[in-house]
């Protein structure tokens, strides 16, 4: 198991995995997921009741630091579980 400590860096969301010294980036596969069901950001919007600038925001810039609430959101209206939204890359 592995314990993360946080930092944002122009941003981005970093994870140190201190166990093994990794060093991860949280990238939303927001656009992809949509896009794949047929999705656009205004029906996205329209589906999680979140903001329209901010689906704008994540589907131009997928490593947006992004509220649990609003995962939530577009989770749900993706039909995905959060954890489907992310993916962890190392930087």
């Known amino acids: ?3 993360y400590k946080q930092s944002i860096v ?3 969301t ?3 995995c201190g166990k093994i010294g990794v060093l991860l980036v949280i990238r939303l596969r927001v656009r992809e997921i949509a896009e794949q069901k047929g999705m656009s950001r205004t029906k996205l919007s329209r589906l999680s009741d979140t903001n329209y ?3 704008d925001i994540i589907w131009k810039n997928p490593y947006k630091e992004v509220g649990t609430t ?3 959101r577009l989770a749900k209206a993706l039909g995905v579980r959060v954890v489907d939204l992310i993916e962890e890359t190392q930087d």
Request: charged share 15%; aromatic share 0%; hydrophobic share 40%.
């Open 10 to 12: 122009n941003g981005s």
């Open 14 to 16: 970093l994870l140190l």
């Open 70 to 72: 609003t995962l939530e």
């Open 53 to 55: 600038k901010t689906v």
């Open 1 to 3: 198991m592995c314990h």
